[in-house]
């Protein structure tokens, strides 16, 4: 069952290490490819929002949210892009290169030599706002064979607004309540072995489940 992590010098140790490959991929992505992206940890940057399951690795999912792009429907040339530049930046860290699955970017595990040795690892989705606010993923839906691959956008269900609720949940100062259902949301779909709903989409539905619930905070 997922828990989150507390160790939070171990936390500070690895959204700084993962955070400067971030910057980097987002560099060499502009610079290389002339794609303009921003990135966040699932939540947009939300604390206390990572969790492991028992004693197994750590994954710190990340959007890498573009901005500014010639061409959304390219999905394939974006997706190769994105490829490219993550590894030029794990490479830059003497990371190996990243695995392409089917809605994210996966880096290998890796440890730190002192300290807690729990292995980490990160996992990239990249995601768009549409003109009404809604996300949309990248899916890399694999046939088997490279040339019939299909690349698309998919959107998150009730994405909508899913940025203001949560600013208004945390101003509200209920943020906890949130934790809570983000927690029980992943170790439901764990229970049911159900591996179609990565972190992103825990995140908002729980956000939707409390702002939705409003009327009866305390």
Same mark, same amino acid.
């Given at each position: 069952?997922?828990?989150?992590?507390?160790?939070?010098?171990?936390?500070?140790?690895?959204?700084? !290490?993962?955070?400067?490959?971030?910057?980097? +991929?987002?560099?060499?992505?502009? &610079? =290389? /490819?002339?794609?303009? *992206?921003?990135?966040?940890?699932?939540?947009?940057?939300?604390?206390?929002?990572?969790?492991?399951?028992?004693? !197994?690795?750590?994954?710190?999912?990340?959007? +890498?949210?573009?901005?500014?792009? &010639? =061409? /959304?429907?390219?999905? *394939?040339?974006?997706?190769?892009?994105?490829?490219?530049?993550?590894?030029?930046?794990?490479?830059?860290?003497?990371?190996?290169?990243?695995?392409?699955?089917?809605?994210?970017?996966?880096?290998?595990?890796? /440890?730190?030599?002192?300290?807690?040795?729990?292995?980490?690892?990160?996992?990239?989705?990249?995601?768009?706002?549409?003109?009404?606010?809604?996300?949309?993923?990248?899916?890399?839906?694999?046939?088997?064979?490279?040339?019939?691959?299909?690349?698309?956008?998919?959107?998150?269900?009730?994405?909508?607004?899913?940025?203001?609720?949560?600013?208004?949940?945390?101003?509200?100062?209920?943020?906890?309540?949130?934790?809570?259902?983000?927690?029980?949301?992943?170790?439901?779909?764990?229970?049911?072995?159900?591996?179609?709903?990565?972190?992103?989409?825990?995140?908002?539905?729980?956000?939707?489940?409390?702002?939705?619930?409003?009327?009866?905070?305390?």
């Amino acid at each position: 069952m997922y828990t989150y992590v507390e160790d939070k010098e171990f936390l500070r140790r690895i959204r700084n !290490l993962c955070g400067e490959i971030m910057q980097d +991929l987002c560099h060499y992505l502009k &610079e =290389d /490819y002339d794609i303009g *992206s921003i990135f966040y940890l699932v939540g947009s940057g939300a604390r206390n929002l990572i969790v492991q399951n028992a004693t !197994l690795p750590i994954d710190l999912d990340y959007n +890498l949210e573009l901005v500014r792009c &010639e =061409d /959304y429907e390219a999905c *394939s040339s974006i997706k190769e892009c994105v490829r490219k530049s993550f590894n030029k930046a794990l490479h830059a860290h003497g990371w190996g290169d990243c695995n392409d699955s089917t809605s994210a970017l996966t880096t290998e595990w890796r /440890y730190f030599t002192k300290g807690n040795p729990t292995e980490f690892s990160m996992d990239v989705c990249i995601v768009c706002q549409d003109t009404r606010g809604h996300f949309h993923r990248m899916i890399h839906k694999k046939t088997g064979f490279t040339y019939y691959d299909q690349y698309y956008w998919n959107e998150a269900p009730h994405s909508e607004r899913i940025q203001e609720k949560a600013t208004y949940i945390k101003e509200k100062g209920k943020w906890q309540l949130v934790r809570s259902q983000y927690l029980d949301i992943k170790n439901r779909y764990l229970r049911q072995n159900d591996h179609d709903h990565p972190s992103f989409i825990c995140y908002i539905e729980a956000v939707n489940n409390v702002y939705n619930a409003r009327k009866n905070w305390r």
